[in-house]
């Protein structure tokens, strides 16, 4: 019962890439699924979150505006599209599931491999 991240890359500022959160072994229509992110060196935090029963979406002061997430229940994939892209985006971006998005990180699980976005010219 995991993640897999994909879709990361290397972009140039001002550019965009979609990230894809595949569940395998359960069900994303049950949970409220975050995107978080971990820079270089730095603590790992919390960037989106959708919930599962009204589709809410929560996203830190940072990626508003320029980041959206979404979930396909049907393929079992939760995407995060971001736009506008910043030297300070890069980080290796996972996503994990938990009961509401109101939940602390420490409450998320099943968390994968990650995928790698980096934001150079």
């Known amino acids: 019962v995991q993640f897999v991240e994909s879709g990361g890359g290397l972009v140039q500022p001002g550019g965009s890439l979609r990230l894809s959160c595949a569940a395998s072994g359960f069900t994303l229509d049950y949970y409220a699924i975050g995107w978080f992110r971990q820079p270089p060196g730095k603590e790992r935090e919390g960037v989106s979150c959708?919930?599962?029963?009204?589709?809410?979406?929560y996203y830190v002061d940072f990626v508003k505006g320029r980041f959206t997430i979404s979930r396909d229940n049907a393929k079992n994939t939760v995407y995060l599209q971001m736009n506008s892209l910043k030297p300070e985006d890069t980080a290796n971006y996972y996503c994990?599931?938990?009961?509401?998005?109101?939940?602390?990180?420490?409450?998320?699980?099943?968390w994968g491999q990650g995928t790698q976005v980096s934001v150079s010219s």
């Open positions: 959708i919930n599962s029963r009204d589709g809410s979406t």
């Open positions: 994990a599931a938990s009961r509401s998005c109101q939940d602390a990180q420490s409450d998320f699980g099943s």
